[in-house]
């Protein structure tokens, strides 16, 4: 094979190889949005589990976290988050993204990579990177 026909079949696939700016958005992790709707005075949130899932995050955590933050009661119905009150979209987003920030993304390297662990012996929460290794601790009672 010749120098000049390595160069064209060089040339030929890097036209097939797909750069990451041809995928749209470059970043990896992106906060998923609510879902939901209302049914009279309450706010059925339809993705709950689906997010805490894509989040890597127990439900349980998520949802103490949510109620607490909204200031509001609200229980599990099958595969959807019941809240108690009328609850804009807007408002329950800011408090997803505020989770992501304090409970899923690494302080050091910003990947959402991490694992939520528990220390038993001295009642403390941490964020363990398994990207990077990093561990921080964040408040362990919601």
């Given at each position: 094979?010749?120098?000049?026909?390595?160069?064209?079949?060089?040339e030929e696939a890097y036209k097939k190889i797909k750069r990451p700016e041809d995928f749209?958005?470059?970043?990896?992790?992106?906060?998923?949005?609510?879902?939901?709707?209302?049914?009279?005075?309450?706010?059925?949130?339809?993705?709950?589990?689906?997010?805490?899932?894509?989040?890597?995050?127990?439900?349980?955590?998520?949802?103490?976290?949510?109620?607490?933050?909204?200031?509001?009661?609200?229980?599990?119905?099958?595969?959807?988050?019941?809240?108690?009150?009328?609850?804009?979209?807007?408002?329950?987003?800011?408090?997803?993204?505020?989770?992501?920030?304090?409970?899923?993304?690494?302080?050091?390297?910003?990947?959402?990579?991490?694992?939520?662990?528990?220390?038993?012996?001295?009642?403390?929460?941490?964020?363990?990177?398994?990207?990077?290794?990093?561990?921080?601790?964040?408040?362990?009672?919601?």
């Open positions: 094979m010749e120098n000049s026909d390595y160069e064209r079949l060089l749209g958005s470059s970043e990896r992790f992106e906060i998923p949005k609510i879902e939901g709707h209302f049914e009279g005075k309450k706010t059925i949130l339809t993705n709950f589990y689906q997010i805490a899932s894509y989040l890597q995050r127990d439900p349980g955590h998520f949802q103490k976290f949510l109620l607490k933050e909204l200031a509001v009661s609200g229980q599990k119905e099958g595969e959807r988050l019941v809240l108690n009150m009328k609850v804009p979209s807007a408002k329950i987003n800011q408090k997803i993204e505020q989770y992501v920030r304090e409970f899923v993304l690494c302080k050091e390297c910003g990947k959402p990579d991490t694992e939520l662990v528990k220390d038993k012996e001295h009642r403390l929460a941490f964020i363990h990177c398994l990207a990077c290794g990093a561990k921080h601790s964040v408040r362990g009672k919601i």
